[in-house]
């Protein structure tokens, strides 16, 4: 079951410490540059035709700190991660036109894109299934999940895309 966290995130606490924050929107290619004692969140896209997942994810993202965009197809998902080069790609396997194994091979193929962190979210669970979508992308996690256990993934290949 997907539901809000029912802590505080580190963005939260931020904001209460009145630490100056930048603010989703502000930006178009890599938005948030470095300023020491400024919170920046990283930004995670959501690919996914479902709108409730879609907000599901974005409520509990937005929680921990992070800036969420979103798409509602595998067409439009390339797009705005050409665009707004997001952090981390969250990416739902079954989708009607472009499937997420297909989106997946583009941002790969794609220069600008390749070495964004993709995570494939899907009802698809048997091991073979798994291991085609291991082959396009970094995580793979089966519907239902723990949101919590989604946060730690996303925030260790976030890091590790980092260093």
């Known amino acids: 079951m997907l539901y809000p966290l029912s802590y505080e ?6 904001e209460r410490a009145s630490l100056p924050i930048r603010r989703h929107g502000d930006r ?9 004692g ?3 969140p990283s930004t995670v896209l959501v690919i996914d035709d479902d ?9 509990n993202f937005e929680m921990e700190g992070y800036a969420v965009i979103a798409a509602e197809n595998g067409m439009a998902g390339l797009t705005r991660a050409r665009e707004d080069q997001p952090h981390l790609i969250i990416l739902d396997v079954m989708m ?16 600008e894109t390749k070495d964004i962190p993709i995570i494939l979210l ?4 048997q091991a073979s299934d798994v291991s085609m979508g ?5 995580d793979y996690i089966t519907k239902p999940f723990d949101p919590l256990e989604l946060l730690d993934r996303v925030a260790g290949l976030i890091d590790r895309s980092r260093q």
């Open 96 to 111: 009607p036109g472009m499937n997420g194994l297909d989106v997946a091979r583009a941002l790969r193929s794609a220069g």
């Open 38 to 40: 400024v919170v920046v």
């Open 51 to 59: 709108p409730v997942i879609v907000k599901l994810l974005q409520v």
């Open 28 to 36: 178009r290619r890599h938005p948030f540059p470095y300023h020491p």
């Open 9 to 14: 995130g580190r963005y939260i606490q931020a």
């Open 122 to 125: 899907s009802a698809k669970a």
């Open 134 to 138: 291991l082959e396009v992308a970094d």
